[in-house]
C-alpha cells in the first residue's frame, strides 16, 4: 500500500481517537472540537505527506522543512482561530487549552516521525 493512503489512514484513525477521547472527557469549550481536529488531522496530513517527500529528495534537510512546516501550521492555526489573538478576553484558560493540547500532542507524533526517519539514515 502506498505510504501517503497509509499515512492518512493513520491520521484518521488517531484524529478520531483522540476526538472521541477529548470530546467525552472534558466538556466542550467555545471553540468546536470538530473544527479543531479537522485542521489538526489536515495540517498533520500535509506535514507526514510534505516530510515524507523531502526525506526522500533530501533527507539532510528535513529538520529545517519540519521548523519551517510548524511555522506555517502556527500561522494557519492564528488565522484559522482567531478568538486565540482577540484583544477582549473572549476565552478562558480551559478554551485555549482545548486547542493547545491537542496541537501539541499532535506536534509530539509529527516531531516522533521525524526523529525516527533521521535516526533511519
Do not use: C
Amino acid at each position: 500500500m502506498n505510504f501517503y493512503v497509509k499515512s492518512l489512514a493513520a491520521i484518521t484513525v488517531i484524529t478520531l481517537l483522540l476526538y472521541a477521547a477529548h470530546f467525552f472527557l472534558i466538556p466542550a469549550g467555545e471553540i468546536s472540537l470538530v473544527k479543531i481536529y479537522l485542521f489538526l488531522g489536515i495540517a498533520g496530513y500535509f506535514t507526514v505527506a510534505a516530510l515524507n517527500y523531502v526525506h526522500t529528495i533530501a533527507s539532510e534537510k528535513l529538520g529545517f522543512v519540519f521548523i519551517a512546516i510548524l511555522m506555517v501550521k502556527i500561522g494557519a492555526a492564528l488565522l484559522i482561530f482567531p478568538e486565540l489573538l482577540a484583544e477582549e478576553e473572549s476565552l478562558s484558560r480551559v478554551d485555549k487549552l482545548h486547542l493547545l493540547v491537542p496541537y501539541f500532542i499532535y506536534l509530539m507524533i509529527e516531531s516522533a516521525i521525524v526523529i525516527k526517519w533521521l535516526n533511519d539514515k
